[in-house]
């Protein structure tokens, strides 16, 4: 699914399916997909196999980067445990309503390239 969605941009299952290039009538693929919508993500599982690949491209002492930054919603009036953040892309020292983003990447032995191990929207509140 996420190979397809990447290459064919949207996430109408009919175009992940011309992305995927299968040798299979269109129809079997799109229901194929769509049962495994149904399917519940062991969220363990997806993490633990993700950091085994990461584990695969750092080095034996990891560039780690941090970075903690702010999502502001200075219309949102229905968010769930909106909080008020220092608006870090204004000039001025303005607060606004909004959230904290904290954000770890991890940098790659070889091209340098970021790969994010954790990523977390959190609230003032």
């Not at 290459?7 to 009538?25: C, G, R, T, Y």
């Not at 229901?31 to 969220?43: C, G, V």
């Amino acid at each position: 699914m996420i190979y397809g969605i990447t290459k064919s941009q949207p996430i109408i299952l009919s175009n992940v399916s011309d992305a995927l290039h299968e040798d299979i009538k269109k129809i079997n693929t799109v229901e194929r997909l769509s049962r495994n919508l149904d399917k519940e993500l062991n969220s363990e599982q997806l993490y633990s196999n993700y950091m085994n690949e990461v584990n695969k491209v750092i080095g034996e002492k990891p560039i780690i980067l941090v970075d903690d930054s702010d999502v502001i919603k200075p219309h949102g009036k229905t968010f769930e445990s909106l909080g008020i953040v220092r608006d870090g892309s204004s000039l001025k020292n303005s607060y606004e309503k909004g959230y904290h983003v904290t954000e770890m990447v991890v940098l790659t032995k070889n091209e340098k390239q970021p790969i994010s191990v954790y990523s977390h929207i959190h609230s003032s509140h």
